[in-house]
């Protein structure tokens, strides 16, 4: 199994520019999230979906939308690129389970630069 | 809500000596706990998580944690630190009394093991 992916690794964009980010999971995960790193900041949830067709807003959506019309990927889009969106950006999943018990898998990141 | 908190942003331990990464959490029920390691350039990966019975978990790698539901922590410990245990840590929690699914993560302390 290769677990999560993530596609692309490293991105460089130029202010205004649009881009989507792949993720990919094989392990029959409901639950797919988005995340972003920054220093200091630790992870902070972009957008979360709990199943096929469906997404939610985590804590700092604006900038970005997702979709999940397939259960093993989930596809994070930037429309209009800022240079605050310059991040690392981590893919994850998990099982349903019982009341959120399950630990997350992550992908390994892509790192984008926004010009 | 949930929260928690990584008072330290870095850790430093001699190789060979006991290592310990702080993590306290506030939740308005009862929490689901999770420590994860990232190295660099790589995804986050889980160590061990406390849901619910004996206090003292084991995970991954030689790590251990303690849930103490007095002092509201879930401190990550090892008995003897090696050099490749050099990496960032997460801790996160989830309330079980809380509507959403989703875990919060602390902000990451950086474990430094010196030779």
């Known amino acids: 199994n290769a677990g999560v992916t993530q596609t692309p690794k490293f991105r460089v964009l130029k202010t205004g520019q649009s881009m989507t980010l792949l993720c990919a999971q094989d392990?029959?995960?409901?639950?797919m999230y988005w995340y972003r790193q920054d220093p200091g900041m630790g992870l902070r949830l972009i957008h979360y979906?709990?199943?096929?067709?469906?997404?939610a807003k985590g804590e700092v959506p604006d900038g970005y939308n997702v979709s999940r019309l397939k259960k093993q990927n989930f596809l994070l889009g930037l429309e209009s690129a800022a240079p605050s969106q310059t991040s690392v950006y981590f893919c994850?999943?998990?099982?349903?389970?019982?009341?959120?018990?399950?630990?997350?898998?992550f992908g390994p990141g892509t790192r984008l630069t926004v010009l | 809500a949930q929260s928690v908190a990584q008072p330290e942003d870095q850790v430093n331990v001699a190789e060979g000596n006991p290592l310990t990464v702080k993590c306290t959490y506030s939740?308005?029920?009862?929490?689901?706990l999770f420590w994860y390691v990232q190295y660099p350039n790589r995804g986050l990966q889980f160590l061990l998580k406390?849901?619910?019975?004996?206090?003292l978990v084991k995970g991954s790698y030689g790590f251990e944690a303690e849930f103490n539901k007095s002092q509201t922590s879930f401190h990550l410990k090892k008995p003897s630190a090696l050099v490749s245990d050099s990496a960032l840590y997460f801790c996160a929690v989830r309330d079980r009394g809380g509507g959403s699914y989703i875990p919060t993560f602390g902000r990451g302390t950086s474990l430094i093991v010196h030779p």
């Open positions: 979906s709990v199943g096929e067709g469906t997404t």
């Open positions: 392990m029959n995960h409901e639950y």
């Open positions: 406390y849901i619910t019975g004996d206090n």
């Open positions: 994850a999943s998990s099982q349903r389970g019982t009341s959120g018990i399950n630990e997350q898998f």
């Open positions: 939740v308005s029920g009862n929490p689901y």
